[in-house]
């Protein structure tokens, strides 16, 4: 039962193949089974889930019948669950049981979805690899000597690893796309402002989206479908009706255009190119038609990207300081050294590394030089966006430069490792949605391909995502086992 997809478990729930209970008690063997391995989960709620699931069965049997009644979810570990450890995967948030749950979560809990766990990611989702967590690093299925992707790559190889059937991510700058893209799963970035970021820790703000990672994008549609939505909670949600993700699934793609960007196929290496070459073919097939597109200042997203997510980074981690809750280091002698030792001890090197940029380059002379001036080529790159879609539906291209590359690879070389979401960080400059969808392998290793739609167009999205999975069988591929 753990292989079938989220519209499979449903019918099989409503046809009694099983019980909602028989359902979570499976998928909480395998977390038993393979999380000591892979490092995907740092919290399992047993309890709750099998509480949960024994009063799913119950509503089931009272003929209530919501699609997602009575199936498992998991929870990247920075959405605030309350009465559930929410620790970002910081030492300094170790101890922090969330007081409230984020909207995100509350919506799921109305649609009956049964809670599994939290999972592991990048310490306050700062990290390309899932190695920087408090907690250690998640392994990647398909390779236990190679990452993930992150930073939610605790959520991406839960789903991989059938741990759990969907999970929720969050993208900053490509942190659900990437981990999708290496670990054969569907990764979906809403447009900013689609998703609720109530509840949702806050990294950077202008750039935090949450959204769902699942098997296939027909999964994603019906989570978007519970997931989307205003909330007058969340100052940057956006008013504006809801579609069903579900209905334009099947829509035959002849006659859309696929935007192809030039600067995406640079220097990319020619084992990547071929994969993405197969996937436009795939298309062409079914008749889209193919076009070449410009799109100048994106080559300046990392740089852009590296001073806006840290200045908005140490702005929102300053509230990290012992006196309300989470660490507080021990027999402090005055005020100030309560503060630097509590944060000294409870960041790790990498959110470290970022507050101390970001605090930098909001600091008094450099802030016109360097943060004024990013925000005017984040307009300009946003715009290069805009005109493509006045002649494109999609813009298709690789979601990662390679595949997964080994744990240990690059940890002592940041710059190697923030080009790693160099494909995916021009879409939360800019606000837009985009999607990561299985697109074979090189080796062993699975990659990913990139589609981005403009604003609020998540359904054209999953259409392109879902045709594409009609006609390949990419996205069924499962990791061996193995201890």
Not at 96 to 109: L, M
Not at 336 to 356: N, Q, S
Not at 450 to 478: G, S
């Amino acid at each position: 039962m753990r292989d079938k997809t989220l519209l499979e478990l449903s019918r099989a729930l409503a046809a009694k193949e099983f019980s909602c209970l028989e359902l979570t008690q499976a998928y909480l063997k395998q977390i038993e089974t393979r999380n000591p391995i892979l490092n995907a989960f740092i919290s399992v709620t047993k309890e709750l889930a099998l509480e949960t699931a024994s009063a799913a069965d119950t509503r089931r049997a009272k003929g209530e019948a919501l699609p997602l009644l009575g199936i498992p979810i998991s929870h990247k570990d920075i959405l605030c669950t309350q009465g559930v450890k929410t620790t970002c995967g910081s030492k300094i948030l170790h101890n922090f049981i969330a007081p409230y749950s984020a909207t995100v979560v509350k919506r799921f809990e109305q649609a009956g979805m049964i809670l599994l766990g939290k999972t592991n990611l990048d310490e306050f989702a700062m990290g390309s690899s899932n190695e920087n967590s408090f907690y250690g690093p998640v392994k990647n299925p398909w390779d236990m000597e190679r990452v993930p992707g992150g930073s939610s790559g605790g959520s991406a190889v839960a789903v991989a690893a059938r741990m759990t059937p969907a999970a929720t991510g969050t993208d900053t700058g490509g942190s659900i796309r990437q981990p999708a893209a290496l670990t054969n799963t569907t990764g979906l970035k809403p447009t900013y402002g689609r998703v609720s970021r109530f509840g949702l820790v806050a990294f950077a703000s202008s750039l935090d989206q949450a959204g769902p990672i699942t098997a296939t994008a027909e999964d994603a549609a019906l989570l978007m479908n519970v997931m989307a939505g205003f909330d007058e909670k969340d100052s940057t949600s956006v008013d504006i009706p809801v579609p069903d993700y579900t209905q334009d699934l099947s829509k035959a793609l002849k006659g859309k255009v696929i935007g192809i960007p030039k600067i995406f196929f640079k220097d990319l290496e020619p084992t990547m190119a071929l994969r993405i070459e197969a996937v436009i073919s795939a298309y062409q097939k079914m008749g889209a038609v193919v076009k070449d597109i410009d799109l100048p200042n994106v080559s300046f997203s990392v740089p852009v990207y590296y001073v806006i997510a840290p200045a908005e980074c140490s702005s929102n981690l300053a509230r990290y300081d012992g006196v309300r809750f989470g660490y507080r280091a021990k027999a402090p002698k005055d005020l100030y050294d309560l503060y630097t030792r509590t944060r000294a001890e409870g960041f790790g090197p990498e959110v470290k590394r970022r507050i101390m940029i970001g605090t930098y380059v909001l600091s008094s002379g450099y802030y016109d030089a360097y943060y004024l001036k990013a925000q005017k080529v984040r307009q300009l790159i946003r715009q290069d966006f805009q005109k493509a879609f006045e002649t494109v539906d999609i813009i298709l291209g690789p979601t990662t430069p390679t595949p997964a590359f080994k744990l240990g690879d690059k940890i002592q070389d940041p710059i190697s490792m923030y080009l790693s979401d160099i494909y995916t960080i021009a879409v939360n400059l800019a606000g837009l949605p985009a999607i990561s969808i299985p697109a074979g392998f090189i080796g062993h290793l699975p990659v990913g391909v990139q589609m981005i739609a403009n604003y609020f167009k998540e359904d054209r999205l999953l259409n392109f995502a879902h045709q594409y999975q009609q006609v390949t069988d990419w996205h069924k591929k499962r990791p061996k086992e193995t201890s």
